[in-house]
């Protein structure tokens, strides 16, 4: 039999789990990590420079020097999956001052992800980056940890509940706490990692970065976790020294 105490505490940790899921899991999927504000296409001067970035963005090869100056000038927001820009349609460029802006976007293929960053974007003579290089890694790596772990919690708490056991819950709160530091540590090597690219390639006059949404909800996601491994873990040492109270008693 379970305190209604406990019981309590495992709903509200469930709600909090699946809430910090969703967050994490549209964070990872969308593009909203950082921004650009650029200055409007149709009253630039160079024009066709822009379509020459655009068009190498969207047929070249991968190279981190053309889609960050890409980036920089065409409003554009990059997440851990996917990097976008805001254009023109094609036929507007240069022309129809409200013609309205798309969002082309490509995505970061698996060996992209793993691709050498280098200490000067673009120059292969430069030498690689370790401390870029490993961030970058760890940003596309850690979340997909996180999710992992909760998945696993979740197949765990599952088997406990059709047991009736409330024995694992120690285990599915650490698993939790473990898959909050892994947002967080997301987060931070995100941060890190785009402040480390704009001291490599200076930023364009006039255009200004921010966070972006997707960032945020991946930082909310985090203390979410750890809430719910707090609810977890106090469940878990309270229905223990209960039981054995109780166990103590009756012998008594």
């Not at 020097?65 to 996917?82: A, E, H, I, M, P």
């Not at 490993?134 to 850690?142: A, D, I, M, V």
């Not at 047991?163 to 947002?183: F, N, Q």
Request: hydrophobic share 45%; with cysteine; glycine share 6%.
């Amino acid at each position: 039999m379970v305190d209604n105490r406990y019981a309590t505490a495992l709903v509200i940790a469930c709600v909090l789990s699946i809430l910090a899921t969703v967050y994490l899991s549209v964070a990872v999927g969308t593009q909203h990590w950082y921004q650009y504000s650029s200055p409007t296409v149709r009253g630039e001067a160079n024009v066709s420079e822009l379509r020459s970035l655009y068009d190498e963005f969207m047929t070249g090869e991968f190279d981190e020097k053309t889609y960050s100056d890409t980036l920089f000038r065409l409003n554009g927001t990059v997440g851990l999956w996917w990097r976008c820009v805001l254009v023109p349609p094609s036929a507007h460029w240069n022309r129809d001052p409200d013609a309205k802006m798309l969002l082309e976007c490509r995505n970061f293929t698996l060996p992209e992800q793993f691709t050498p960053k280098y200490k000067e974007p673009g120059n292969h003579n430069s030498g690689e980056d370790m401390v870029r290089t490993y961030l970058w890694r760890c940003q596309f790596l850690l979340p997909l940890a996180s999710l992992g772990l909760v998945v696993l919690a979740g197949l765990i708490g599952f088997c406990a509940c059709l047991c009736r056991s409330l024995t694992p819950t120690l285990g599915i709160g650490v698993l939790h706490l473990l898959a909050g530091l892994c947002t967080l540590a997301t987060v931070c090597c995100y941060l890190a990692g785009m402040d480390l690219l704009h001291r490599v390639s200076m930023l364009p006059d006039k255009v200004d970065g921010s966070l972006g949404w997707s960032l945020y909800l991946a930082l909310i996601s985090s203390p979410l976790h750890m809430m719910a491994a707090a609810l977890l873990v106090w469940a878990a040492r309270s229905h223990s020294q209960n039981y054995y109270r109780m166990t103590a008693y009756r012998v008594a």
